[in-house]
């Protein structure tokens, strides 16, 4: 386009124009977010309001969409109705104790890959790869009959539900990239001053390396306090299971008492939708960076 | 021999040593994963295969060959299989192209640094970190034929009310039957109650998309837009020429990530109606798992379950195609 016709174009357009069109864009800009923004908003808004509704009100036809009273007490007795406590205690168990160990695993193995040389490196990193790319759904069944009587005879313990998520390639990915980037003249300085591996590893790569350590730490417990799969089918004692299989079973315990269900669904999520809020930086930052969808 | 020769000798062997020392470090690093990772995820994918070539109701019975394989695919399982991969594809046609489209509007908005703009990223990335147990109890809630607000507010406008996840009727056939048209079995369409799932399988995932478009977004140089509007465009032809084919790599990602996931979607169907009504949401998963959990034919679901990974790894190949090439990371 020759200079002159977008002079000509420039021109033509009065500032008056401009200003009003872009106020018109923005408006319906505004308007897209507004509007799917409420629907997105709107089943947590229905869990909030339906779960302090009185028991005449839950079962009204229409549904009212303000509640007419709040009953707060609705939370005291949903959370008596099923032993909470204890789901939530084997929960964080678990959590806490995956969390930790994916870390401490996947640290080590991700030091090795990325500032180590030893025999069979390309082949073991193949190995992870190809670990990586293979979809849970891959190991299911063979898991369910390992951890069964004949083998390890696992069903129904804590450590069916720890053991098989204490290491994930993707953590060993995520960290090794992070460590990877980390200067060679740092570490060259380290072993002038006599540093082994281990003691680099603590004083100088972990410090520099939070942001990382937060996003596996964060998604490793998400993934946790979400699991619902694996703990449905191989455990079946209610003292042992984690909190998702137990909201799917006080959903036929609430019946049509649906009130008690959202209350007791709002605490479930209340503790990872707080988690997010806080960690919304790091778990965003991990999710575009290596694009997992759970 | 000179004191030279000596020296370079004890040379060598502290190098020696000290590579020594440096492998078995290593590979004491690397112990503890691949421990757990050749116990729960290297071995057991052998082990599937094994278990797929026997009869192996609850405990191992006769070795079959590949019976339980040609039972699924042409034989005793054969129809119902091969509906649950249709309803699988259903089910992908219904949700990813919704998803892309919708998170491409968003998230173009939301890079035009407009007000607002963290409070709807975390709003919309909200349902994304909700458990989908949770979230799917919500939903089955939220579509109650009786107390639904859905169905409330469709009345308002004088349609419904519709049973959703208790649906099991076409989608077409319902639309026909509304103008008073009956249309055949073939062309009744999804149910109901799949494209309710799918409504929610949206929802769920829309945070996810939006990320992605936004960290792609970010790659793209000012100068292009900059540009392009000296040379007079306007803001669909910046869009259309611009966005989207230098956005098209994570588009491509994007839809490969989405159409593992349906492949593997699990929890929110079994929540939201666990593969009824009459079968219509009996994904391949579902499929899988009412087989080998169910039913107890742990030989028969194996052999389903290595099918279905073969088209999971499939897409997650192409993936890896597309990661490779995508220079910039977010």
Known sequence: MSTANVLARTTARTPARRTSRTTAGTVVKHAVLILTGALVAYPFYF??????????????????????????????????????PRYFANTVFIAVVNTTGELVTSILAAYAFARMNFKGKAALFALLLATYMMPAEATLIPNFVIVSKRYLNLYDTYAVQILPFLATAFSIFLLRQQFLSIPNELRDAAVIDGAGHLRFLWSVVLPISVPALVTVAILSFYGSWNSFQWPLIVTSNPDIRPIQ???????????????????????????????????Q????????????RG | MSVGAIRMDQRAASRRRRTITENVQAYLFLLPAFAVLLVFK???????????????????????????????????????????????????????????AIGLVIAYILFQNIRGRAIYRTLYYLPYVTSTVAAAAVF???????????NEALGTIGMGPFSFLQEPDGLFEMIAGHFGVTLPQWAAGPSLALATVAVFAIWHFLGFQIVIFLAGLGNIPEQYY???????????????????????????????????????????IYVLTNGGPLDTTRTVTMNVFRTFFQQGQIGLGSAMGVLLTLIILAFTLIQFRVLERRVVYG
Do not use: C
């Open chain 2, 226 to 268: 900059e540009a392009a509007k000296l040379d007079g465009a306007s803001q669909w032809q910046l869009f259309r020429k611009i966005t989207l084919p230098l956005l098209s790599p994570q588009i491509f990602f994007v839809f490969t990530i989405a159409s593992i996931g349906v492949l593997r979607a699990f929890n929110e």
């Open chain 1, 245 to 279: 299989v137990a909201l799917n079973a006080f959903r036929a315990e609430a019946g049509s008492s649906y009130h008690l269900l959202m209350a007791a669904a709002a605490f479930v999520v209340a503790p990872v939708a707080l988690l997010y809020l806080v960690g």
């Open chain 1, 281 to 292: 930086r790091y778990l965003v930052q991990g999710i575009a960076r290596t694009g997992i």
């Open chain 2, 140 to 150: 089955e809630w939220v579509f109650h034929p009786q107390y639904g607000l859905v």
């Open chain 1, 47 to 84: 869990m909030l309001t339906a779960s302090v509704k009185g028991f005449f009100e839950a079962s009204a036809v229409p549904p009212t969409i303000f509640p007419r009273e709040l009953h707060f007490e609705n939370y005291v007795t949903a959370w008596g109705m099923a032993n909470w």
């Open chain 2, 42 to 100: 290297i071995w057991p994918v052998f082990f599937a295969i094994y278990i797929s070539l026997f009869k192996w109701d609850i405990i191992q019975g006769a070795f079959r060959g590949i019976d339980n394989y040609t039972d699924i695919l042409f034989g005793s399982r054969a129809e119902n299989f091969w509906r649950s991969v249709s309803t699988t594809f259903t089910y992908a046609a219904m949700t990813i192209p919704v998803e892309i």
